[in-house]
């Protein structure tokens, strides 16, 4: 199923001719339930990699304060979406004895000394072909990007918790199986949901903080116009610069909990966009991006939650900004929480 960006409310770059020139394409990913294989771009699905190499690991010190597993994580989604797919009578229980036994036992976690003190496999965040992605870079001779992460709560500052692979797909004759998996996780929400992608090209305008003083001071003088007329709401944050949720390319997220920082390679290079890992694909300022597709929510259960078919949730409902280096392929990504 396609996934269609609604066209934004006002072309802004005709109210405010500099933003023409600044305009950039970016990739919608649109992930949706589904059953991936490694022969299709996905989120948190499995990854068409080499039974010969190497698996990325994650050497950091970790400290979480409750433990779980991939398989608990996945036990305990596949309880609640049943449950609540379930015809259930009034003042009736949501889930049964067994099952809330079975969450509890989740919710309580395993005890953090149990975390092994070798290195963790990292897990798989996304797999993206380029065939599929109009926006996305690769080195001479690749056509894919896979993407893997550690699922605890460092990786919001470890700058080798994020681990990127190029790789042409072509060349890859034997597929690994079973791919090594962390014993423990720190964090459900930084276990994906196997996603399908609905990639949609769309044009952003960068954030606010991006532009000059002067500019900015404009937009914000004609969004409160249109806020006082019959377009209530309009904004330029929310509707009509940066999209959300997930994508490829683009403008950076908007900074949110923190001033915007000026955000470089190690190497000192200036850096790009590559992926936007985010908490939802549209919120209560950002609905106006919802896909036309998924407007119409009647009847669906509350879980999960339509804005978040991937259930990632980065920190307290963030944006990870992974960016790439625009000198050298080879260069570790750097990672922003915004």
């Not at 770059?13 to 305009?23: H, N």
């Not at 989120?43 to 779980?68: F, K, M, Q, Y």
């Given at each position: 199923?396609?996934?269609t960006?609604?066209?934004?409310?006002w072309?802004?770059?005709?109210?405010?001719?500099?933003?023409?020139?600044?305009?950039?394409?970016a990739?919608?990913?649109?992930?949706?339930?589904?059953?991936?294989?490694?022969?299709?771009?996905?989120?948190?699905?499995?990854?068409?990699?080499?039974?010969?190499?190497?698996?990325?690991?994650?050497?950091?010190?970790?400290?979480?304060?409750?433990?779980?597993?991939?398989?608990?994580?996945?036990?305990?989604?596949?309880?609640?979406?049943?449950?609540?797919?379930?015809?259930?009578?009034?003042?009736?229980?949501?889930?049964?004895?067994?099952?809330?036994?079975?969450?509890?036992?989740?919710?309580?976690?395993?005890?953090?000394?149990?975390?092994?003190?070798?290195p963790l496999?990292?897990?798989?965040?996304?797999?993206l072909?380029?065939r599929?992605?109009?926006?996305?870079?690769?080195?001479?001779?690749?056509?894919?990007?896979?993407?893997?992460?550690?699922?605890?709560?460092?990786?919001?500052?470890?700058?080798?918790?994020?681990?990127?692979?190029?790789?042409q797909?072509?060349?890859?004759?034997?597929?690994?199986?079973h791919?090594?998996?962390?014993?423990?996780?720190?964090?459900?929400?930084?276990?994906?949901?196997?996603?399908?992608?609905?990639?949609?090209?769309?044009?952003?305008?960068?954030?606010a903080?991006?532009?000059?003083?002067?500019?900015t001071?404009?937009?914000?003088?004609?969004?409160?116009?249109?806020?006082?007329?019959e377009?209530?709401?309009?904004?330029?944050?929310?509707?009509?610069?940066?999209a959300?949720?997930?994508?490829?390319?683009?403008?950076?997220?908007?900074?949110?909990?923190?001033?915007p920082?000026?955000?470089?390679?190690?190497?000192?290079?200036?850096?790009?966009?590559?992926?936007?890992?985010?908490?939802?694909?549209?919120?209560?300022e950002?609905?106006?991006?919802?896909?036309?597709?998924?407007?119409?929510?009647?009847?669906?259960?509350?879980?999960?939650?339509?804005?978040?078919?991937?259930?990632?949730?980065?920190?307290?409902?963030?944006?990870?900004?992974?960016?790439?280096?625009?000198?050298?392929?080879?260069?570790?990504?750097?990672t922003?929480?915004?």
């Amino acid at each position: 199923m396609t996934r269609t960006t609604p066209p934004r409310p006002w072309d802004v770059a005709s109210v405010f001719p500099a933003l023409a020139g600044m305009a950039r394409t970016a990739t919608r990913l649109h992930p949706s339930p589904g059953d991936p294989t490694v022969h299709e771009s996905s989120v948190g699905g499995p990854l068409l990699w080499p039974a010969d190499e190497a698996w990325p690991v994650c050497a950091d010190d970790h400290h979480p304060h409750r433990l779980t597993t991939l398989e608990d994580v996945r036990t305990l989604r596949r309880i609640l979406t049943q449950a609540w797919q379930r015809p259930r009578p009034p003042r009736t229980n949501l889930l049964t004895p067994d099952e809330q036994a079975v969450v509890d036992r989740i919710h309580a976690g395993h005890d953090p000394s149990l975390l092994p003190t070798e290195p963790l496999p990292l897990i798989a965040l996304a797999q993206l072909y380029a065939r599929d992605v109009p926006d996305l870079p690769c080195p001479d001779g690749t056509d894919m990007l896979q993407v893997l992460w550690c699922p605890f709560t460092e990786i919001e500052d470890s700058p080798s918790a994020v681990h990127l692979r190029w790789r042409q797909s072509g060349s890859v004759r034997d597929v690994l199986a079973h791919p090594p998996a962390p014993d423990f996780v720190g964090l459900d929400d930084y276990v994906p949901a196997p996603c399908v992608l609905h990639p949609e090209r769309v044009v952003e305008y960068p954030a606010a903080h991006e532009l000059d003083h002067a500019l900015t001071d404009r937009i914000y003088a004609w969004e409160k116009e249109q806020q006082q007329s019959e377009r209530q709401g309009l904004g330029y944050r929310g509707d009509l610069s940066v999209a959300p949720g997930w994508k490829v390319g683009g403008w950076s997220a908007p900074w949110t909990f923190c001033d915007p920082m000026e955000v470089r390679c190690d190497c000192g290079a200036p850096v790009a966009p590559l992926l936007t890992v985010d908490s939802s694909e549209w919120d209560g300022e950002s609905s106006g991006w919802r896909p036309v597709e998924d407007r119409d929510d009647a009847g669906r259960p509350p879980y999960p939650d339509w804005d978040c078919p991937t259930m990632v949730t980065v920190g307290r409902g963030y944006t990870l900004q992974v960016y790439r280096c625009t000198d050298s392929y080879g260069h570790p990504p750097v990672t922003t929480l915004q």
